[in-house]
């Protein structure tokens, strides 16, 4: 939670906004530029004591993003002319340092107030507009609210028993503390996505004993990480803005080649050959340029699994630790969660002074003064553990933020049963309100800079029309929605992906309803539908200002 007494930034005077913007992360940022520029006025509301959204608040040991450069930034001239990166794959305080470039070339600052986190939105359909608080009692009042609160804010504690009886350190790992105790420490890491697996790397290196809670283990990908020199960018900076415009054109925002077809119209060799190439460039080259049908076929996503575990295995040379961390059946389908990049993951958790509990059998019972006991009955003690439990993702910012459409309920009532949205852009009972990087939209599938610069695009044209011919307020149909949310699980049914628990689905929360979160047809298809359904009004209620109805010459 933001202070009530933390400083302000921005021109807080602003009371009448056409767009009031949540978040100042790469949806909020690029949101504010694109817009500034069409001549909308226009400020943001950012919970954060400065701009960069997850970068911001992801300060645990290793943090790290697993999308490449060139693919990870602004596509922006004049951000990317006057900035160099050091890494393939930037660490958390690089993309903190990009923030702050692109603050001080976009200007964003000045129209962003910080340590303003919103507690309450509200439509008033009388006047056509939202009014925004904060928890430090600013207040906003705007023609258009722009949610871009991103997939991943809201931290998830899973409910341990007597969890807040634990004496020593806890932190969860969006929440980093400035004094970790960590060094010569005894420590509990619970959890194996990315955020685990990259705390576990650094934390293995430095602490006496480390003990990491693990329900499924991860199939991990190498990082394949390596510093990048001026010289190399300055060179690659030529080809850039096509490799940007490449970029928008694919599935998954990535600038790599699409290899269509199936696995199997390759002999076995060939399929040695070709995987031991992907493999060995790192990062998601093994699953992004790949043949896809590892997502819609068992036999494929088999022989992945298996190419996967015999380049792995090797590296865990304690048995049992290897049986569990690459199993001889994978622990689910190949793609099905997402695969986390990794540097040496596995000779840290290979260490000797690291162990390993399965929580599938061994779980977690409770939690005591001195550390946690499982089924087991054991008691282990430690200094400090570690949360690197998730995020409540996708919709967790929004159904946490109380904002209420002009029908009066809140994402929380709206979504109870499950997500509804048009377009992952808007949603009904709420006129003029529109989510960037959110539910129902490519997000959690795609690099995220490309997919937002292609949607909040998509956004600011819809704007601009809305202004130019004199629209009050537009508002999904709730049959739309239904329409939208049914094409997204059809074509989830047609994967891999429903066989397997994952934050995709919704599956890491309990009680949340277990449903596609994302649409599956990437970046260009994603754009190409929304302009298609804005071009129309396909799916939406519009309503005309009064001294301006639509006649013959609308």
Known sequence: ????NAPINGDVEVKELD????????????????????????????????????????????????????????????????????????????????????DQTLDLSKDITYSANVIDARYNESTAKWTVTTENGRTAVCTYLVCATGSCFKPHYPAFKDLDAFQGQLIHSTRWPKVANTEDKRVAIVGSGATAIQCTQEIAKVAKHLTV?????????????????????????????RTFDYCRKTKSGLGYDVRPGSVFELNDQEREELWEELWARGGFNFNQANYRDFLVDLKANKLMYEFWAKKTRPRVKNPTKAAFLVPEKAPFAFGTKRSSLEQDYYECIDQDNVDVVDLKANAIREFTAKGIICE??????????????????????????????????????????????????????????????????PTAFTNGPVFIE????????????????????????????????????????????????????GANIPGKKREQLNYLGGIEEYERVCRKALETFEGFTVLYRADNQPNADA
């Open 1 to 4: 939670m933001a202070s009530v």
């Open 19 to 102: 767009v009031l913007i949540i978040g100042a992360g790469f949806g909020g940022c690029y949101s504010l530029h694109k817009l500034r520029q069409l001549g909308f006025t226009v400020h943001v509301f950012e919970a954060g004591s400065y701009l960069g959204g997850v970068w911001h608040w992801n300060n645990y040991p290793g943090a790290r993003v697993d999308s490449e450069i060139p693919y990870y930034q602004f596509s922006v001239p004049q951000v990317w002319r006057k900035w160099n990166w050091t890494e393939r794959f930037p660490s958390g305080d690089e993309l903190k340092a990009y923030f702050a470039h692109v």
């Open 213 to 241: 809670y693990i329900r499924t283990a991860s199939i991990s990908l190498p990082m394949c990480q390596r510093p990048l020199t001026e010289l190399e960018q300055r060179i690659d900076k030529s080809t850039y803005q």
């Open 376 to 441: 087991d009955g054991i008691e282990r003690e430690f200094d400090t553990v570690v949360m690197a439990t998730g995020f409540d993702a996708m919709t967790g910012s929004l159904v946490n933020m109380n904002i209420h459409g002009r029908d009066g309920l809140t994402f929380k009532d709206r979504w109870q049963d499950g997500v509804f949205t048009h377009l992952g852009l808007c949603s009904s009972g709420c006129p003029n309100m529109f989510m960037i990087y959110g539910p129902q939209a």
């Open 454 to 505: 292609s949607q909040v695009e998509v956004l600011a044209d819809l704007l601009q029309t809305l202004r130019s011919k004199g629209i009050a307020s537009i508002e999904a149909q709730r049959s739309a929605e239904e329409g939208w949310k049914q094409a997204i699980q059809d074509a989830n049914e047609r994967t891999l992906l429903p066989l397997t628990d994952s934050w995709y689905m």
